[in-house]
């Protein structure tokens, strides 16, 4: 069966035995007895190696067509598995769950935007249509995660006539507080996140299979990526996390493509994935440990000399440039929002700070179970034995961790780029177990030690899932604000003057005289009636992280306390997730 991950673009022939022998494809009579065991199952099907040679021929036609402006030696090296009937459907079934799970709540609180990041690319994307100025003048992050909503922008405008450009996307209120006149432009800029979030499972299975050789372990590293909830979440958002993860993937790819094969076009695809990681998320540049690891360890001291090496750090640069352009034609902004970021970074941000190791062992047993742990073991196996493909798979995620490790401010966007990873790392570790109780003589042994893997992995999958399906179920309900914003409206008089904080309930500014403050314990009690504020709307978005840790925020918790019971509770909204309370001034 052709093989198409290892065919060149001048090799795709099929109908030529030269060419075919230069792919490693015998001719007919000719198949060795591995051949010839492995056509077994073929033999029982009628025409099942023409079907296969079909699909493999169109899925490399379909690769080249899409990639022929990189030239001959393309994505091909890079992505497609062998053509097995079982693969392809296993394959697709993964990429379908991993689809259902990013859809699942993707509109939940449309024509709300709850989430704090979510309104900056997409009104920045509309300043740019409007305005004609290309330059986002913002570099909390990277630019790519804005001129990606631009072209969705662009091609919404086109079709609907201008319509969905007449307004302003998002109108921003506060932290937290947001809400849209065209919520399906929202939907349509989250559905490119899912297709990246889906996307990047389709690389971490290809990973999977490249880095042990074995189509298992790919399969296996896929499904985890599709169920595991730092992809899930993360991927149903408008923000430059999933794209960063996405492209750091790709650098995983292509650098143990450099490893197996040293093409050039591993080292350009590299260089794509590293330039427009960074162009997503500054802190990605990390990655490009994976290439020097791949490299150096195909090439050894020899690798300096190697052009290919620069050549993936000039396509790099270039790739950086193309996603994030005012790095360069607006150097000085672009430093001061790139510096802004690594202060915050290092100095703190309330709620979100302090105790970071802690915060995200925590966080990863409390999403991924055993996996990690299971990848931890592998890095040391790939340590110990010196095993070339699990060292470039682990050069980045170890260094990456302590780095994130080191900051005083921590969140799991931040760690969601290490997943792929991890899970690579771990599907290779159990497929690693699986395959040494084969090698048990004792078969009463060997039972018993299929049992133990086969429990190991039940649980690797079981907890994953679990908190997946149940957190994700818990966003997709999260109603307590939009119930709060309904009440509101229905029951306070209009003209009233109501006082918010970050993360409470979006409110007319048309209907209600309106004071916006970051936290309402900003201000005294004494404060709100000197004013004439009739009410107070609280969002436990704010709140609710100052009682998480109340050893750290004393000061916090007490002035809430006592606001709390200064003024009279009037309706309080809760789900599984948020909290909101409305109190009266008295």
Known sequence: MIDPFHLRCQDVDFNSSSRSKKAGLTKPGQASAKDRKDRTFAAHIPHCEELNKIISKWWVEMVLFFSKPLSCQNLVHLTLMKSKPLTIILTILILCLALGLRLWGLAYDLPNIFHADEPWPLNIAYGMLTSGDMNPHFFDWGSLVIYINFLIQVIAKWLTGGLSSATTPVIFRGMGIAFTTVPNLVLASRLVSVAFGVATVGLVLSAGKKASGK???????????????????????????????????LVLLASLAILKSGRTSAYIWAGVGLGLAVASKYNTALVVLTVLAAHFLRHGLKGFTNYRLYLCF?????????????????????????????????????????NTLRFYLQYMWQTGGILYILAFLEILRGLITRNKALITVSAFPLVYFVFISSFFVRNDRTFLPITPFALVLAASFLTFLWQKTAEVLSRRLQVAGKVLVSAILLVSLLLPSIYT????????????????????????????????????????????????????????????????????????????????????????????????????????????????RIYRVK
């Open 215 to 249: 189509n298992v372990t790919g399969l296996l590293a896929g499904l985890l990526m599709a169920i595991v909830f730092t992809g899930v979440t993360l991927s149903k958002v408008i923000t430059a996390d999933v794209y960063a993860t996405f492209f750091v993937t």
């Open 314 to 354: 000039g396509v790099a640069l270039l790739a950086f440039f193309v996603g994030m352009p005012f790095a360069f034609l607006g150097f000085k902004e672009f430093y001061e929002g790139f510096t802004t970021t690594a202060q915050r970074y290092a100095s703190g941000h309330v709620g979100m700070e302090g």
């Open 469 to 580: 399906a149940k957190t994700s179920a818990m966003w997709a309900t999260a109603t307590s604000r939009e119930e709060a914003r309904l009440w509101i409206e229905q029951n306070l008089p209009a003209g009233s003057r109501i006082a918010y904080e970050s993360y409470a309930p979006y409110i007319d500014p048309v209907k209600y005289e309106l004071t916006s403050l970051a936290m309402l314990i900003d201000q005294p009690a004494e404060w709100y009636r000197e004013n004439g504020v009739e009410y107070l709307a609280f969002g436990s978005g704010m709140y609710a992280r100052f009682y998480r840790d109340p050893g750290r925020y004393p000061e916090q918790v007490q002035k809430y306390d006592a606001l709390f019971g200064e003024f009279q509770l009037i309706k309080q909204f809760q789900d599984d997730i948020f909290e909101v």
